[in-house]
C-alpha cells in the first residue's frame, strides 16, 4: 500500500511538471504591434497593423499559440490599400480578425486614405475582397456577431462607442451609442467585445501606446450598456513598482482568446528595450494566459507583469524556427511603381524613384528586423549601376530616421561607398578610404548586436572593412518617432537602375 502511495505521489509530480512550460515573449518579434487573434476549430489566425507598408496586415497562423507561421497578408492590391502620402505615423491601424458562419473578417482604418473599412475571405491566406467602406469613424475597430446581428465598436471623439451594421454593405443600421470612455487613461482605443457567463465583456486600451499602456475592461448585461468598470482596473500594465524593472514595457492593446481545452489567453502588444529606455524593433506581439472564472472577471498571468521568460500552464517548452525570408514577408514603402522592380537572381533589378527621406513611392524592398541580433548582406555589380545612382541597404524606421550602406555612381564613373545617417534633421555621412576606386562586385553587410550596428564592405579582391558603428537608438521610437519598427531593406535613390542579386538576412 505504501509503495502504491509512492507511485501516485511520483505519477501526480511529473503530471504537474508536464502541465508547465516555458514561454517565451514575443511570440512574433519585431515590428507586429495591435495583435487580433481568433480561433476556428483547432487553427488560430492572427493579425497585425502596418501603417505604411504594402502590402498590408500580415496574416500568422498556428496551432499552439506559441509558433506562428506568416502565411500572407490581407491587403495585396492597391486598390483594397491605398497609401498615398502616409508616413509610419499613418496607413493601416490596428486590425480586428473575426470570423462567422464560414466567412473571415477582417476590419481596420486606413489614416490619411479613406478611413473605416472591413474585407471579408473564404480563407484566411486569402483572396480578400475589396473595401466595404463604412460609417462609424473612430480608429480601431472591431465587430461583434450575435443573434443575426453584426455590431461594430470604434472610438470617435475618444468615446468607444457602438452601432449595429450590415455586414454585406457597411451600411450602419442605427445610431452610434456611447459605451464607455475607459477609467481616465488617455486614448481609450482598441475597443474588443465578449460574452461570457451573461456578461457583455468590453476590453480597451488606454494610456497611449508607450509606457503607460494598459488594459482595462468593463461589463455590462446588455451590449449596449450600461458598462461596469473593472474595480481592479488595469487588467494588464507593465507600467508599475513590480513591472517597471522589465525590459518589456508598453504592454496593452490586447484581444482574447479561447483555447480548445477551455483555457483563455489573451495575445497583446508591447516592446522591448535596448541600451536604457530605447526601443527600435518596434511593438511586438506578445502571449499570456488567464484564468477567467464563471461569473468573475479575466485575471491576466495572476495579476503579475509580463516578462520575457515566463512559466505557464498547458505550454509545452517551444522554440521559435530560424528566420526566413519568404515572399510574404517583402514590403514596399506605400503602394510600389510596379515596373521599377524586375526579378534578378534571388533578388530584384531596382530602378529609382526619388529618395527615401522624399517619402514620395521610394524604390525599396525590405523585411521588418525580429531579433536585435542579426546579419544582413547583399551584391551589387559597379558595372550594373547607373551613373548618377545611389543603391544599397537601409536600417529604416521612418522617413527622417534611417541609417544607409550605399554606393554611389558619379558621372564621371568613379564609384565610392558611403554610411549616410538620417536622424530627423541631422545628416552625416562616412566614406571610405578607397572611395572612388572601387569596380566589380561590392558585398555590403549590416550586422547588429541589439546596442550597435556596423556597416562593412569588401571588394572582390579585399577582406571586410568596417566603415561605421552607429547606436541603435538613433532609429528609435523615443529618437525619430513613428508607430513602427525597424524594416530592414534594398534601396535605390536617383532615377538609375541598379541589381542586387540576393538580400539574405539571418538572426545570431
Known sequence: MKKCLLLLILVCSILSLNAQGVLRNPVIPGFHPDPSICRVGDDYYLVNSSFQYFPGVPVYHSKDLVNWQLIGN????ESQLPLKGTSSWLGIYAPTIRYHEGTYYMITTNVGNGGNFMVTAQNPRGPWSEPIWLEQQGIDPSLWFEGGKCYMVSNPDNTIMLCEIDPTTGKQLTPSKALWRGTGGRYPEGPHLYKKDGWYYLLISEGGTELAHRLTIARSRKIDGPYQANPD??????????????QIQGTGHGDFVEAADGSWWVVFLAYRNYGGSYHHLGRETYLAPMEWKKGQWPVINGGHPINTVMQVRTLAVQRRADAQTTKHHLVYLQNPISENYQPFGQGYRMKGHG????????TFIGRRQEAAAMVLETEIDTEQLDFGTEAGLTVYQINNGHLDLALVKYQTGSVAVVMKSQVKSLQAEVMGDDSGQLSGKVRLRIESDGQQYRFSYCTESGSWTQLSSQDCSLVSTEVVGGFTGVVLGMYVDGEGWAAFPYFHYSEK
Open 74 to 77: 490581407v491587403l495585396d492590391r
Open 233 to 246: 482596473n488595469p487588467l494588464l500594465t507593465n507600467c508599475s513598482m513590480a513591472g517597471q524593472s522589465m
Open 355 to 362: 529618395s527615401l527621406t522624399e517619402n514620395n513611392q521610394p
